[in-house]
């Protein structure tokens, strides 16, 4: 038996499994059986194979020829391997010169007519490829996303023809090195275009700077929306460590990776008729869903309670531990899930309660029923809830004033980001409790007004935690180095659902 063994890679989860493609012609009838536990899709292959070869002025040989996709406990889906296993029968029946294919890894559907066409999780499969040292053959498609990786030779191939041509020597391929693209200019959404708000403002800052979770509570028309739209611009640009982990969450969930947006935190607003799946994540072969694709950046839910309530529990795991886990009967697959998470809901039903037009005609009942539609394991799981009020008219015809712009802010955010990094290793939404402990340690009158302020409003142990964490990143932009009565007072005015008014120090 004539043998050959190509190079790929599966895809399951944020991990790309090295495949060996093992290729073996055998006298017999002609017949192509491929093994190695993979789908209906990977098994249709063979006629795609048999037919782009043939259609390429290769001989298909005859007899029998078996694939074998190793490790075979590992599953294989999509049109990945068309190209590897075509490599592999050319290779095994003398069309390629022997070991030509060393040290390289293919990737592709093939058309009938020989065409290689795209697919999904490339990304993936070039960070793998970089860190063996191994070359990578992808589609024209994929190739802007295989070139963001730093040192990854990556060579383009439009049809089989052009891979046989290279190894054979007639046609070589050139390499393209990956290097990362340039960072993009900000967008045009700015801080200075929200007039008023300043509690608001200041929330935003303070969510910025620590990566706090926020609820904002206000009727229709107050801002909310559009103070949720300017926080990315105010978190400190992404490294290039964060930026390939947010374009191979785009990448394994198929959607376009913008270049122009390179370094760029993610925005996602998913509508308020999300399904749980499209929320977490999930499939019979597992996808990130919208938490997954703001990893690094901001998850924005307007509209909050209009969510399925069923929906929103998914938050509550991911909230706290930054990952979300999708359990399948055979296999697991995890997905980073360290989003920034804003929300915004109006006060009840109609959105006019506590309006100074006095609109509202909504009973406690209703009101009641509205956010109850919020669990309260949910809520409390959010650092900040505050109000945003309607702006008064005169305010919004002003055009004068010192209004900070969102690059000023993002300056501040950025030397207090830089500083949590430098003394914990993460943001100080992100402490554990020990870390607390030793980091977010309060004065004595600050410690006394909190134990006051607790015994009163029935807080639980997270939310004490959680106005420590918030009273921290309040001192850190004050550079103070300890927490004293003016941070606390300040994070807890910051979680209105929590509290009527703060106690007196």
Known sequence: MAMATVLSRAQYGMEAPLVRVEVGLDSGLPRVTIVGLAEAVVKESRDRVRAAITNSKLIMPDGRVTVNLSPADLPKEGGRFDLPIALGILLASEQLPADSLRNCEFYGELSLSGEVQAMQGVLLAAVAAARTGHSIFVPPANAGEAALVSGCRVAVVSNLRQVVGHFSGTTPLQFAIGAPPEIAPSGDADLSDVRGQEFAKRALEVAAAGSHSLLMIGPPGSGKSMLA??????????????????????????????????????????????????????????????????????????????????????????????????????????????????????????????????????????VRRYRSRISGPLLDRLDLHIEVPRVPTEVLRATDGDVESSATVARRVAHVRQMQLTRQGCTNARLKNREIDRLCRPTAHARRLLDRASAKLGFSARAYHRVLKVARTIADLAGVAQIDTAQVSEAMALRKLDRSEPPAA
């Open 229 to 366: 739209q300017r926080l990315p611009g105010l978190l400190p640009v992404m490294s290039e460590a964060e930026a390939l982990e947010v374009a191979a969450v785009r990448s394994v969930a198929g959607v376009t990776i913008n270049m122009s947006q390179w370094r760029t935190r993610p925005f996602r607003t998913p509508h308020h008729t999300a399904s749980a799946v499209a929320l977490a994540g999930g499939g019979s072969q597992p996808r990130p869903g919208e938490i997954s694709l703001a990893h690094h950046g901001v998850l924005f839910l307007d509209e909050l309670p209009e969510y399925d309530r069923r929906v929103l529990e998914v938050l509550r795991e991911p909230l706290e531990s930054g990952v979300i886990t999708i359990s399948r009967a055979a296999r697991q697959a995890e997905f980073p899930a360290a989003f920034q998470f804003i929300a915004a809901m109006n006060p009840c039903p109609c959105g006019y309660l506590g309006d100074v037009r006095g609109k509202c005609h909504c009973t406690s009942d209703q």
